[in-house]
T-cell receptor, first 110, second 117 residues
Framework: EDQVTQSPEALRLQEGESSSLNCSYTVSGLRGLFWYRQDPGKGPEFLFTLYSAGEEKEKERLKATLTKKESFLHITAPKPEDSATYLC???????????FGKGTTLSVSS | EAGVTQFPSHSVIEKGQTVTLRCDPI?????LYWYRRVMGKEIKFLLH????????ESGMPNNRFLAERTGGTYSTLKVQPAELEDSGVYFC???????????????FGPGTRLTVL
């Protein structure tokens, strides 16, 4: 069964304190791995797509990496405005549906 | 460019009533998806349209849910009759062209929060 597990469930950081979020997955042939950011009361906002092991993508203070079993979202020197829930999702080769994890809720305090 | 829009933003109905949710995808996106998040659970896929055709409806929970996409533009999701377990946030997403990986990203709307009392 295709599955996504995110850890930790919640993460509290001080402004400037770098850390990483983990997304472990099992899928019958990976078509793509997606990272989204979700703010309270809003829909998921697209951040990155990764397609193959070894691939990396960056956007401002965020960097996503991919291996054959997991993905990491590295947050460098976070700011309070980075506080949100970060969602990881995979898409299998055979389908188009995104399979989501439960998310990691990040809180960054100044 | 306008993003995915959904209407209404909130809906509160009694058990047994009917509710219709609407989604307008990004202009030019042939692919439209419905997802649902029940409290405490992850977002789960409901179905996928390519233009006006249902490509995959494997996630639809039962026959009380009916999705349509007339003319390949906006889509509606009707729940009839609504049950308590249907409460949750219903998201719509759209993507451009699945044949090209760079156009595979799904862009989400703000969601409709449905409460069934």
């Amino acid at each position: 069964e295709d599955q996504v597990t995110q850890s930790p469930e919640a993460l509290r950081l001080q402004e400037g304190e770098s850390s990483s979020l983990n997304c472990s997955y099992t899928v019958s042939g990976l078509r793509g791995l997606f990272w989204y950011r979700q703010d309270p009361g809003k829909g998921p906002e697209f951040l990155f797509t990764l397609y193959s092991a070894g691939e990396e993508k960056e956007k401002e203070r965020l960097k996503a990496t991919l291996t054959k079993k997991e993905s990491f979202l590295h947050i460098t020197a976070p700011k309070p405005e980075d506080s949100a829930t970060y969602l990881c999702a995979v898409q299998a080769q055979a389908g188009t549906a995104l399979i989501f994890g439960k998310g990691t809720t990040l809180s960054v305090s100044s | 460019e306008a993003g995915v829009t959904q209407f209404p933003s909130h809906s509160v109905i009694e058990k047994g009533q009917t509710v219709t949710l609407r989604c307008d995808p990004i202009s030019g996106h042939d692919n439209l998806y419905w997802y649902r998040r029940v409290m405490g659970k992850e977002i789960k896929f409901l179905l996928h349209f390519v233009k006006e055709s249902k490509q995959d409806e494997s996630g639809m929970p039962n026959n009380r849910f009916l999705a349509e996409r007339t003319g390949g533009t906006y889509s509606t999701l009707k729940v009839q009759p609504a049950e308590l377990e249907d409460s949750g946030v219903y998201f719509c997403a759209s993507s451009q062209d699945l044949r090209m990986s760079s156009y595979n990203e799904q862009f989400f709307g703000p969601g409709t929060r449905l409460t069934v009392l």
